[in-house]
């Protein structure tokens, strides 16, 4: 028995019990009955893979004692480039990783991520813009006040400290309920409900919480 993609199943129109052949290098075919049809979420592999038995395809494919690729799965994804070196050294064949792999999806995402900072760079440059411009006007209609104070004998540097406690006050309040709402949208996203099934299993937002 083996394992059919979905789009695959489509394809051959071809159900859970149903019986299929396979064409082997000598030229024979071979019947295989469908146990069951696997989606991993990607229209690729669902239109072309077929999961069986080891010992079934080596058989098929008439490589008793072989395996065109072995897929090595860790528990710690960003260990892969050493371990492939280790296994390269190793035993004398090719390793390759999944970054190697998935090189231009990692730049793409790469690329995602620049823009993203780059943008909130802007917009947090303009919120400072903002901040300076409400203390510079706080400044301007505070003329008089400051000619009391400096009427009064407070020297020019603790007129200056005011403002400037005054100005760190506004911005650590911002600061706080800033970060505050953001982690409160943040987990808001995460619940939102969406529904992904195959590779990819999930049932809301993925959302990492990383302070660094």
């Not at 789009?7 to 082997?24: H, K, S, Y």
């Amino acid at each position: 028995s083996i394992i059919i993609g979905s789009r695959l199943a489509e394809t051959l129109q071809a159900g859970i019990g149903d019986t299929v052949q396979l064409l082997a290098p000598n030229g024979e075919y071979w019947r295989f009955t469908v146990a069951a049809i696997a989606r991993a979420g990607i229209g690729s592999i669902d239109a072309t893979r077929i999961y069986s038995h080891a010992r079934v395809a080596q058989a098929l494919l008439q490589q008793p004692s072989g395996a065109s690729m072995i897929i090595y799965k860790l528990r710690d994804p960003d260990r892969a480039p050493a371990l492939a070196e280790h296994f390269e050294a190793l035993f004398q064949h090719d390793a390759t990783s999944w970054q190697d792999r998935e090189e231009s999806t990692l730049q793409l995402f790469l690329t995602l991520r620049m823009s993203v900072a780059i943008t909130v760079s802007l917009i947090i440059l303009l919120a400072g813009f903002g901040i300076f411009n409400v203390l510079t006007m706080s400044v301007l209609a505070k003329v008089k006040e400051i000619a009391i104070l400096r009427s009064m004998g407070y020297h020019r540097i603790d007129i200056s400290a005011i403002f400037l406690w005054q100005g760190a006050l506004i911005a650590a309040a911002g600061s706080l309920f800033g970060c505050l709402l953001g982690a409160l949208m943040t987990w808001g996203v995460s619940h939102i409900p969406i529904r992904l099934r195959g590779l990819l299993y999930t049932n809301h937002f993925l959302v990492t919480w990383d302070w660094r």
